[in-house]
């Protein structure tokens, strides 16, 4: 193919992925992360604390997501859920399923992080009188944050490629787009390539923001 | 409701076999791709420890393209783009080629790291004990870093054999798309799901979890 | 015929001069005692007498051999040079006993027979014989430094160095490893100390030398400097480690 085609085809899949995949992707990623993150808080959380009963059921969650082909998860979702009378499009299957399986995943990074704080500030915490809901609110939970941020970061860069899977379920996002697209231009090349590099410009920062943040804290432990 | 679904154990025993061709197919090409990722992780670790400044940014270029771009895109890349170059290959390959190029990207983010983990005193120390480069890493700085990997490498195994599900869209008929077809036919998703998750868990798990009992194991000194 | 001369030694780190010109000469079965001002460049002059640093201008030689010539065998060298470090640096993966087995018989060829005879005597005579099995990671400082001295001394080394093998550990620890080192310097061993401890000085040492911004600033008997300092600045340093 000539250079200037070649251009020109890569040119209007990027136009069209920004116009029509972009927003669904972002819209994927940022509620999708946010809920996951809600779940993920709440779920570390109680399984940290060893609720009886409660922290078992969610290890089994946890497990199950983390045992689990993200796509399985998404048919599973989508196909098994109308037969409970529970009616979601693909986007709110979508969103269920990614903020589920990555909230999994969060939830093991809350947990290590708050197991990660010695034993030391517990007890220091403790003969300072203070309630354990303020041992965590004011002691153990702000340092933890700090070794949770970067793998948090991390997590998001699986959650945005992931978004991606969904395109399996007919939801027109950025990889459905340039999936369909190809179809038309016949040039897989240049349209995954472009595709490809979108993504990249998206992820590649967030990726060199989280090993940033986990060299500083590196630093700052040795 | 919960109970206006009755599982039909009948449905479920007789697409049994297609089931287990699926997990037949997902253990070949996982374990296929494991080996090959595994050549690529090593390979790449190697160049990216080396001191040739292009071979170890040719290496990061690599390793970064596979980590910031989704594991979909990449394997659409290989079995759309491949046939256009004029290399023809069935999609078993392919989807054994997209698994090892992604998964041997990770670990040899792995490797790296195990080895940079070894504390330069270390290689010092062995130095100043008159060991030769050869003794040095024989003894010294391999079984320490084989103590880092290992168990985080198992670890990538179990991700591995999570994505090969990705090699569906290419026609694979592997564990997520035979339970899939199965759903497809009987309308019955429960009957098709439970037993392919099932076999994934135990696939997965024994992965994950045998990674943390070597990581507390190889932890003996 | 000293066994270890060294003779106008320049060390550049990039633009950062640390040795500016070391000459000095250490006959066979002294006790040196190296001290000085943090970053002086102690520890950067013993690592240049077994190679661990590479040198820009100057003559190093150890027991006949010139350390930086371009051919030297650096195996046959080390072999001869036993060196102690700050940290440790025991190997965590060996026991205490395969930490000394180890290097005997791969750098040395002992058969594994000898080896093990000679890891049990000598981690008996540095107080640690029960710990033959036992990974580093589980003993104390003290103890990790014990084995590491007897790891250095299986080798049969004509020069011991020494950097700083006491700072990483407790005051109480210290006395013991000092004991060593003494006992080691009486047995007609040649040693190179960096340390700040001037009790060990008074006693073991043959001569002192005081460095300060990469070069010897002033050289004598052990309590002559560290009692009536000449220089300036040695008198200063004195001052300070007397203080604590
Ligand atoms: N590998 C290196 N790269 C760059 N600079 C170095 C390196 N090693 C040492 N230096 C620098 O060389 C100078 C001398 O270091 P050296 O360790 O020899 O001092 P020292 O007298 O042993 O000090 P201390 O009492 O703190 O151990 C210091 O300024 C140090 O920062
Ligand atoms: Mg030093």
Not at chain 2, 100 to 118: C, P
Not at chain 3, 198 to 207: G, K, L, N, Y
Request: with cysteine; hydrophobic share 50%; aromatic share 8%.
């Amino acid at each position: 193919m000539h250079p200037a085609e070649a251009l020109h085809t890569a040119f209007s899949v990027f136009k069209l992925i920004l116009r029509e995949g972009v927003p669904v992707t972002l819209s994927l990623a940022v509620i999708g992360y946010v809920l996951a993150m809600l779940i993920g808080g709440c779920v570390g959380l109680v399984r940290f604390l060893r609720m009886p009963v409660l922290s078992q059921l969610l290890r089994g969650y946890v497990d199950c997501m983390r045992g689990l082909p993200f796509l399985m998860i998404v048919f599973f979702l989508y196909y098994v859920l109308p037969f409970f009378s529970i009616r979601l499009d693909a986007f709110e299957t979508a969103v269920l399923a990614l903020s589920l399986h990555s909230g999994a995943y969060l939830s093991e990074i809350v947990r290590g992080s708050l197991e990660a704080i010695p034993f030391g500030q517990h007890e220091a915490a403790k003969a300072l009188a203070l309630s354990p809901a303020k041992r965590l609110r004011y002691v153990i939970a702000p340092q933890a944050v700090r070794i949770a941020l970067p793998p948090m970061a991390g997590q998001s860069v699986l959650h945005i490629k992931d978004t991606s899977v969904v395109s399996i379920i007919a939801l027109t996002e950025m990889t459905r787009v340039a999936r369909v697209q190809m179809q038309s231009n016949m040039e897989p090349l240049v349209t995954f390539a472009v595709l490809a590099v979108m993504y990249f410009a998206v992820c590649y920062p967030v990726l060199r923001y989280a090993s940033g943040l986990e060299q500083k804290l590196a630093a700052k432990r040795a | 409701m919960f109970f206006d679904y009755d599982i039909n154990t009948t449905v479920m025993v007789k697409y049994l076999p297609e089931l287990c061709w699926g997990l037949r197919n997902t253990a070949l090409v996982s374990a296929v791709g494991m080996a090959f990722a595994l050549v690529v992780a090593v390979f790449t670790a190697l160049a990216r420890l080396s001191r040739s400044r292009l071979l170890s940014k040719a290496a990061a270029a690599y390793v970064e393209s596979i980590r910031a771009t989704p594991l979909l895109v990449q394997v659409y890349f290989l079995f759309f783009g491949l046939p256009e170059l004029g290399v023809l290959l069935p999609a078993f390959t392919v989807g054994v080629i997209a698994l090892a190029l992604n998964s041997g990207a990770y670990g040899a983010e792995i490797i790296r790291a195990g080895i940079e983990h070894i504390h330069k005193t270390q290689y010092e120390a062995a130095d100043s004990l008159a060991l030769s480069y050869a003794q040095k890493m024989r003894y010294v700085i391999l079984p320490q870093a084989f103590r880092n990997i290992f168990p985080p490498l198992v670890g990538q195994a179990s991700y591995l054999v999570k994505d090969s599900a990705l090699v569906s869209v290419m026609g694979v008929v592997e564990l997520t798309k035979a339970a899939n077809t199965v759903q497809a036919e009987t309308f019955r998703p429960l009957e098709a799901f439970l037993p392919a998750m099932a076999m994934y868990l135990v696939l997965i798990l024994s992965l994950i979890y045998g990674a943390s009992f070597l990581e507390r194991r190889l932890r003996r000194w | 015929m000293p066994i270890v001369s060294i003779l106008d030694l320049h060390k550049r780190f990039d633009h950062l001069e640390v040795l500016k010109g070391i000459s000095l000469e250490v006959d066979p079965g002294e006790t040196v005692v190296f001290a000085g001002p943090s970053g002086s460049g102690k520890s950067t002059l013993l690592r240049c007498l077994n190679g661990l640093e590479k040198i820009q201008r100057g003559t190093v030689i150890v027991d006949r051999v010139n350390v930086h010539a371009p051919g030297t065998d650096m195996l046959d060298l080390r072999r001869r040079i036993g060196m102690v470090f700050q940290s440790f640096n025991l190997f965590p993966h060996l026991t205490v006993e395969q930490n000394i087995t180890m290097p005997l018989t791969k750098a040395k060829g002992v058969s594994l027979a000898q080896a093990k005879a000679a890891a049990k005597d000598l981690l008996a005579k540095v107080g640690i014989g029960d710990k033959l099995t036992v990974y580093p990671n589980n003993l104390s400082g003290g103890q990790q430094q014990r084995a590491a001295i007897a790891r250095a001394l299986a080798m049969e080394p004509k020069v011991m160095l020494f950097d700083e093998p006491t700072s990483a550990l407790d005051p109480e620890l210290t006395g013991g490893i000092l004991q060593i080192m003494k006992d080691l310097a009486d047995s007609g061993m040649t040693m190179l100390v960096v340390t700040h401890e001037m009790s060990f000085a008074r006693q073991a040492a043959d001569r002192m030398i005081f460095m300060d911004g990469g070069v010897v600033v002033e050289e004598g008997e052990p309590s002559a400097l560290i009692d009536n300092p000449q220089n300036e600045r040695t008198r200063q340093f004195m001052q300070q480690i007397g203080l604590k």
